[in-house]
């Protein structure tokens, strides 16, 4: 179930992370995210340590219901056991689609470029070549993608 893409949003999102995922649920509705890849959260699934966490852990809403979902599925044993990895993905993906995050997968982001009171994105997916608006940019890629220093990020109108 595809949303309409609107040509202008409040932030655009670079990269499905954590940050990134955890960041359009703050601000749900006039936010995009822009992934490259077809993943969610692959930079935590590609780096994940299986070990014990000394302390417990504190936990958001969305944070508690993920948790309490891979408990249920049997994906972990508890909550400080080590995560059956192939099987968080998918349990993932779906807790972001049921939040109503508006995400764009295979996304490979062009150009970025300031206009007078925001930024103009061009990107190419499945769905062709778009270009869009964005007040905001935020970067939570480790790619970092190229914005002219004489801009600032945080301030780009909105």
Known sequence: MDREIKSHYSTVIFGATFSGIGAALAAPGDT??????????????????????????SLSAFGQAFVEELLMRNVIATPEEPVHLPALHPILCRK???????????????????????FEVVFFSASGMRTITAGRILDTTTRSYPVPATVSCRNGGG
């Open 32 to 57: 995009l995210v822009l992934e490259r890849s077809g993943s969610v959260g692959q930079e935590f699934i590609e780096s994940f340590n299986p070990g014990r966490y000394g302390a417990p852990l």
């Open 96 to 118: 972001v689609l049921d939040a109503n995050a508006q995400v764009i997968f295979l996304a490979e982001t062009l150009l970025v470029q300031p206009l007078e009171n925001r």
